[in-house]
């Protein structure tokens, strides 16, 4: 192949090390972002006119951010960088996008294709999970970042994972009212599965400043809970939970950050026709890859969160990797010194991952203790009982078929967001009905809600006119 048409999908630290490698050895790749700038979510860059430093808007990570932009400014004009543009389907070969700004559309031929879309917040519902006013941790974070704007004067974060502090500790140095951070896991798995957190030191050392700083300024963290309510009307009013002595307390707040951990963006991969399987400590469909990144179609390549979540430093490496790997399939000379590296980073970000999976575990047993009229899918308005009283048996094993039947997961988020609750909440409800040991394997037989496009929404405008 002379001159292959590389594209990549993702202008934060994966795809911008991608699009690195590629532009090194002569390419001119095109980089689609639906972020209006490089950066991916860590890195995101905040509007161009705002003056905040790297240090106020990145933390530690103001160097690594700084170094990230850096290179993509470097070679900007050595790609076909598409800002805003989001990649909302594939079909053999081709990328379709749409321009957010004008609606414009296009369709992308490709000879090889790099999905680098990144993470997203997982979300398990809690009764007023719908409230205005409860946000993803991910959604207060570019709040933040982005707007320079709280989600509340006085907020509570409540959920799991890494993200839980972090987002707490950058609400309580920008000057927002933390009113306490509500962890479901408890300290026995941190106690139990700490230790492999020593694989990235510097990320735990990290995670123990946040947690201090936190309550240094008196700031009450709850480890072990169980969220039983956002309450409110219009808006969040307080936060009601039982805490790890199984006392139920109501914090007052204005608004809630929640999220348990990040989920891969797999979409695309799905409609690339990628191959999946259940991953039973992250209890996500992944798609497979060889250690390089290559999916099961041959010119496919997944790299960074969207593969499988590891952290900014990994997906750089991950974009890397796969760059690399590609080139050197394509018989081009390479420095092959540079692979093993880059495998043994991604090897031990793997086991970074797996600890913090264990250190802070998905707490599916909570969709066991929501009433049944807790909305799962709020697109579509579908409760617990909605999803667990579909029709089921031997035909109907599959939360396709429920989604079929009960439109749960059929909404704008097309899954995303409810998608992985609706198959946790089948999983539960099947424990009588199949003769399965363990939940990840009655997950496995459910399935996943396969990606359809678009994969995000699109603007409709009437041929001619101006999308909004
Ligand atoms: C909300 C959120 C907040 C986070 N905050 C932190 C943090 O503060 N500190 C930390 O250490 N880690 C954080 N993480 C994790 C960290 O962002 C990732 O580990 C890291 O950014 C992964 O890099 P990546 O290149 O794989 O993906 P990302 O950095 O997520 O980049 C993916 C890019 O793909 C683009 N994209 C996705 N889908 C499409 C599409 N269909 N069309 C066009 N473009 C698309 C996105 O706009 C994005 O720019 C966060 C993750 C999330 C989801």
Not at 15 to 35: F, K, N, Q, Y
Not at 150 to 158: D, H, L, P
Request: glycine share 10%; proline share 6%; with cysteine.
């Amino acid at each position: 192949m002379a001159n292959p048409v590389a594209v990549i999908v993702g202008a934060g630290p994966a795809g911008t090390r991608a699009a690195e490698v590629l532009v090194a050895h002569g390419l001119r790749p095109i980089v689609l972002d639906e972020s209006p700038r490089s950066g991916g979510q860590i890195y995101r860059r905040q509007p161009a006119s705002f003056r905040r430093s790297h240090t106020q808007l990145y933390g530690f990570e103001a160097s690594r951010a700084e170094r990230l932009h850096r290179v993509f400014d470097r070679f900007d004009s050595a790609i076909d960088h598409r800002p805003g543009t989001l990649a909302w389907a594939i079909t053999e070969g081709q990328v379709h996008t749409a321009r957010h700004e004008d609606g414009v559309t296009a369709t992308v031929n490709y000879d090889v294709l790099f999905l680098a879309t990144g993470a997203m917040d997982r979300i398990i519902p809690v009764p007023g999970w719908t409230l205005p006013g409860v946000y993803t941790l991910g959604a207060a974070q570019v709040a933040l970042k982005y707007q320079g704007c709280a989600i509340g004067q006085r907020c509570v974060f409540m959920g799991t994972g890494p993200l839980l502090y972090l987002v707490a500790y950058q609400y309580h140095k920008a000057g927002a009212e933390v009113a306490a951070v509500l962890d479901t896991s408890g300290w026995a798995s941190a106690m139990r599965h700490g230790a492999g957190l020593l694989n990235a030191p510097a990320a735990m050392a990290k995670g123990l400043y946040y947690v201090a700083a936190l309550k240094a300024a008196g700031v009450p963290i709850h480890k072990g809970v169980l969220p039983l309510e956002v309450q409110g009307q219009a808006t969040v009013r307080a936060v009601r939970f039982s805490d790890s002595g199984g006392r139920e307390r109501t914090i007052e707040c204005s608004a809630v950050g929640l999220g348990y951990g990040l989920q891969s963006e797999t979409q695309l991969a799905d409609l690339a026709g990628c191959t999946f399987a259940p991953d039973s400590l992250s209890r996500q469909w992944l798609p497979q890859t060889d250690g390089d990144g290559l999916s099961s179609v041959s010119n496919v390549y997944l790299c960074g969160d969207g593969a499988r979540v590891r952290g900014a430093d990994y997906a750089e490496a991950a974009g890397a990797l796969a760059a690399l790997s590609w080139l050197q399939r394509q018989g081009r000379p390479i420095n092959e010194q540079a692979l093993q590296p880059l495998r043994s980073k991604l090897q031990r970000g793997l086991r970074f991952a797996t600890a913090l999976q264990r250190v802070f575990p998905v707490p599916h047993h909570l969709l066991s203790t929501l009433p049944g009229d807790t909305v799962v899918c709020r697109c579509e308005n579908i409760t617990l009982d909605g999803v667990c009283q579909a029709p089921h048996g031997p035909q109907n094993n599959d939360v396709n078929r429920t989604k079929a039947l009960v439109r749960v997961g059929m909404g704008r988020c097309q899954g995303r967001v409810c998608g992985l609750s609706a198959a946790s909440a089948m999983a539960q409800r099947q424990e009588s009905s199949l003769p399965l040991p363990s939940l990840a394997q009655r997950l496995e037989s459910i399935g996943r809600i396969r990606g359809q496009a678009p994969v995000k929404p699109l603007p409709v405008a009437p041929s001619g006119a101006k999308a909004p």
